[in-house]
């Protein structure tokens, strides 16, 4: 008996691995993620999330897919970093294409599961952006700020989001800061909300 089986491995931080543990999985086993927060600053923004734990599976097109959180050993000699898991998607079939579909399918659904709202990532230990939570977008109209401004920044960001080429043709890191000052309550962090979105 001959059996054909494809697999997906992917670091937990990954953003598959976020889209994929929300996609319509059934399983028996969750995990609660925690999330860490000052409360002072952010006034509550993190709750406790619930993924599958362990594994899970999904019938997609007619194939099994198996969904597997694991653990990866710490090198020789460090701790366990925190958060260090690999996610695997197994399937009992060589189409490669079936795998393409299903994760373009996982990431569509996520897209439009996150409209109206705006991702929240924070660093980890080891430097690497850990997705954290969604809050709900602010949209550019709240935001109290003379209407030249608000105009000037948002065709200045405009600009920057439509000249990616330009800066890889110049050897440019492709970033670009605003500072914002003034006392609390003036609406810094409203612009730089609405901004993101």
């Known amino acids: 008996m001959e059996f054909n089986t494809s697999s997906l491995k992917a670091r ?60 990866l050993p710490a090198p020789q000699g460090q701790s366990l970093p925190r ?44 430097g690497e952006w850990r997705y954290f939570g969604l809050k709900p977008k602010r949209d550019i109209s709240t935001v109290v700020l003379e209407e030249a401004k608000k105009k000037s920044i948002l065709d200045d960001a405009r600009s920057y989001l439509s000249s990616r080429s330009w800066y890889d043709e110049m050897g440019i890191p492709y970033r670009r800061g605003y500072l914002l000052y003034g006392p609390p309550g003036t609406g810094k962090t409203s612009l730089a909300t609405a901004l993101a979105n």
């Open 83 to 126: 958060n260090n898991e690999r996610l695997e998607i197994i399937a009992n079939c060589r189409m490669h294409k079936l795998f393409e579909r299903l994760l373009w399918d996982i990431r569509r659904e996520n897209y439009e599961r996150r409209q109206g709202e705006t991702m929240l990532f924070h660093p980890n230990n080891d």
């Open 12 to 71: 937990a931080s990954a953003n598959v691995e976020y889209a994929a543990h929300n996609y319509k999985v059934q399983s028996q086993e969750v995990a609660a993620t925690e999330s860490s927060l000052d409360i002072a600053k952010l006034q509550a923004l993190a709750s406790p999330q619930f993924v599958p734990a362990g594994t899970s599976s999904i019938l997609y097109e007619g194939t099994k897919f198996v969904f597997s959180r694991k653990s």
